[in-house]
């Protein structure tokens, strides 16, 4: 569904990606696993059209998205849920939930925002609030039900549990399963390493701009290098 070859992505003179490949099948719960600053959300930019890559390639279903504009990525079902929310804080709950079906021009946006209001319930109750007054929680419950009202076949996720309390995060990642259960295809990228693995298919390590270690993610999770430098583990 999406192959990365050999992507180069620069700040500057700086190299933020070196050479990273890698690929996400359909039906997976792909992780991303790396300390600050080794380039995950960069990656995650660069595959949505946010930054050009200095050299490789993107490509989505057999399309190269390489020099497409962000847009049309969205509008290919390739959708992104930004570290930070990135709500609009001055809309209704509901207005921020339209705005995710700016693309699609079928009839099915009404049936598409009654869906989400039933699985997010907490979002429904909320439905005429300015989203700037819920809580951190249900703001990212927000910020990724506005991107399923886009019907992405495929939903880069980027730290969807950061800031949050550990009873929040347990269901966040307990959506993340559900949503991949029900069909979409999921790139996450999450510093919580340890939740990450228990329910991703696959994964990826990555370290100052290069992929050093990928494979299931129960073997990750069980590698002692992986366990020492994210899991709090010791190798002994």
């Known amino acids: 569904m999406l192959n990365i070859n050999k992507l ?32 995950k959300s960069t990656l995650l930019r660069a595959i949505s059209g946010l930054l050009r890559a200095k050299s490789g390639d993107i490509f989505f279903q057999d399309v190269r998205l390489n020099a497409m504009p962000a847009h049309a990525i969205v509008a ?20 921020n939930l339209e705005l995710g079906a700016y ?40 910020a990724i039900a506005r991107a399923l009202m886009s019907q992405p076949q495929l939903l880069l996720l980027d730290e969807p549990s950061m800031g949050l309390a550990p009873l929040l995060v347990r269901e966040i990642f307990a959506l993340i399963r559900e949503i991949n259960n029900a069909g979409t295809t999921i790139l996450l990228v999450e510093q919580n ?31 002692p290098q992986v366990q020492q430098a994210y899991l709090g583990k010791d190798e002994g």
């Open 8 to 39: 180069v992505v620069a700040y500057g003179g700086i190299l933020a990606l070196r050479g990273v490949s890698l690929e996400v099948r359909q039906g997976e719960i792909i992780t991303l696993v790396g300390a600050n600053g080794a380039g």
């Open 103 to 142: 693309r699609r021009n079928d009839a099915g946006v009404a049936a598409s925002l009654g869906e989400v209001l039933t699985r997010f319930p907490r979002l429904g109750e909320r439905r005429r609030q300015p989203a700037g007054t819920l809580s951190g929680g249900e703001q990212q419950l927000l």
């Open 193 to 223: 390493a340890h939740m990450a693995l228990s329910i991703a298919h696959r994964g990826y390590v990555l370290e100052t701009g290069s992929i050093v270690l990928s494979g299931l993610a129960q073997e990750l999770a069980e590698n």
């Open 76 to 95: 290919r079902g390739l959708v992104q849920v930004p570290e930070g929310r990135r709500i609009f804080p001055n809309l209704t709950v509901q207005e």
